[in-house]
Every structure is written in C-alpha cells, then in structure tokens.
C-alpha cells in the first residue's frame, strides 16, 4: 500500500477471486465456469475483420446485442443493460440504489463481492441469516427499507427461491430496488424476469460467464423497468461508455442466435450435477440440493480444507471458503462427465486414506 492511497480505501477488505493457477494443468471445478467452449458461431465471429476494426470503439449503445436479447427474452431494447461482467452491475447498483438512507441487505452466506461493493462505497448493510439447510426464508425480507441483493440460485449453496417467493419479495419491498443475481439460473431454475413487467422496482441481472461459456468474454445484463436501466447508464455513462469490447460484443450476438447450443450444455450439466451428488452421497458426503453448475457438500470423514488441499495435490482444484458455518464445505463446479468421473474416483481414493 502506497502512503498516496485515500484513507477510505486502506481498511477495504477486497474480494479474493477462485483461483486461477497458470502452473499446471488443473481439472478445474473451483469457479463455476462451463466445462464446454462456446458455440461454433461464437467461434466464426470472432475473424479478421472484427480484429481489424479493433481501431475503432465499440457502441457504447450495443445495439445490435440488445435488440438480439430483447428478442430472445420478450422484452424491449430499453428494458436491457449490458456491462462488463454482471460484477459491473453490482457494482453500478450499489452505486446508484444505496445511500445514507438507504443501506443494503442480502443473506449472510452469499456471493462475496456484495459486501465488499457495499464497503467499497461506503455504505451499511444488512446480513440475513439462511435457515440451518442453507435455505432462504422469504419471509425474512419483508419491509427491509434496504435495496436488496439475493443470488438465485444462492452461492455457494445453491440453494433456490421459486418465482412465487421471489414475488413475495419484490412486493414487501415496494419503496425499494429488488436485484435478483440470476448467474445460475440457466441450470434449472426459473428466471424471474417476467416479472419486470409488473414490478418496477426489480432488477434481474444474468451472466454470459456460467450457461454461455464465456467467463473470459466479459459480459452481464440487466432485464428491469427502463427507469431502472436509465439509472445504470447514468453511472456507465459517468465511468466507460465503452465498456463493452468489440469483440466481446461480436461474441455474444453469436451467442444469443445459438441459444439451443447453450440449452443441449445445460441439460448435460444438469444431468452430471446428478451423477456427482448420487456418487458423493453414497460416499457419505452431505450434499446441498443445487438448482446451479455446482454443488456444495461435506464429508464427516475429512474436513473441508483437507479435502480441497488433498484434491488439489492431484491435480483438482474446488472451491473452499475458509468462513465460519461454511467451513465443512467444498464448491464443487460441475465440469464434463469424465472430470466428475476422475473427481469422484479421486474423492474415494483420499478417503481411503485417510480412513
Ligand atoms: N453473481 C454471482 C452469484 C456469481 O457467482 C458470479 C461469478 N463469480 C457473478 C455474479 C459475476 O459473474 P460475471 O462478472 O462473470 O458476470
């Protein structure tokens, strides 16, 4: 740390990313990126003429991405926001929903980076406790007076909330903005984006990273009341109008016309997110039920940092948050049938050892 860093900035506690080892090669099920690439014609687009225009900016409007989507979900253009990466949104959101008035909520086990955007700008924040299985009780969130974050399916968990119980939310918290974090919900949940339709105070924000294969493409929206996407582009247009590479935004039109490529991946990792809790369960592990591309459980055999570190020296990494109640756990990303195989082959062996 520099003596030149601002003050407000020197007790930040900064979210730790998955790691991702350059060393060796890893099966890599710590964070929850597809195991298959993206689509043929995501592949095709990205040519020589894209690169060549590289010279000049991308539109700051994304147009053709956004009429694309709006086509694809039933919605208008200018109900959709596309940012860098759907962290860009949750950042932007805090930003422009919270103030001194107005803290956040979300539940206490959940994705890092809420706390760490609400601390980053300074704001309070609510943590709601899960129910002892992981789950969250909508009932909870009621009358919050708080702009309210719930990952949906949850992370790490994986734990879901139905569109109803969703709604219930959306309505005890009419004076409020409702961002509902969907990157998991191409695996078997239902979107709640229809929804925004009749709730203007509600936000669904998805990912290309998880069901679209795209981590390293960099790319999210937003689906809400074009109030709501007005409020975004005043902060995107105060921080990187450009936000969004040429290529990236290439990459993701090529995408959304190959929608049933994506929906064959999702099906297939849904039926190996099975496989693996069947497998991990007649080993004795606790599995969570998961609506997501992984699945979080424990071993009463071998703690939860063993196991993550005995899996990594043979060449698996999963995820293991070092966190108070969460502790016994590993995340475990859903990758191809054969990883899962040599995973749970692998998981048996450790434990014989360690017997
Ligand atoms: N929300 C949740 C719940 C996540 O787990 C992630 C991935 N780490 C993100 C948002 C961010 O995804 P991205 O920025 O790649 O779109």
Sequence with gaps: MSIFLNEKYKNLEVYTPGEQPQDMKYIKLNTNESPYPPSPGVVAAINAEQIENLRLYS???????????????GVKKENIYLSNGSDDILNFSVMAFCSDNTPAAFPEISYGFYKVFAELHNVTYKTIPLKEDFSIDYKDYMGLNSFIVIANPNAPTGRYLSLEEIEQIIKGNPNNVVLIDEAYIDFGGESVYPLTKRYKN???VGTFSKSRSMAGARLGFAI??????????????????????RLTLAAGEAA??????????????INTREYTQ???????????PSKANFIFAKSDKISGQALYENLKKRGILVRHFNMSKINDYNRITI??????QTFIKTVKEILEEVK
């Design 256 to 269: 959304i016309k190959e929608d049933r490529y994506y929906k064959e991946n999702c099906k297939r990792i």
């Design 202 to 204: 509600l936000i669904v």
């Design 224 to 245: 809400a009341d074009q109030d709501l996407i007005d409020d975004l582009n005043r902060i995107k247009y105060s921080t990187n109008p450009y936000n969004i590479n």
């Design 59 to 73: 539109d700051p409007e994304c147009n053709k991405l956004r009429e694309a989507m709006a086509n694809l979900y």
């Design 335 to 340: 990758g191809t049938v054969e990883e899962m």
């Design 278 to 288: 069947k497998n991990l369960c007649d080993l004795g592990f606790t599995v969570v």
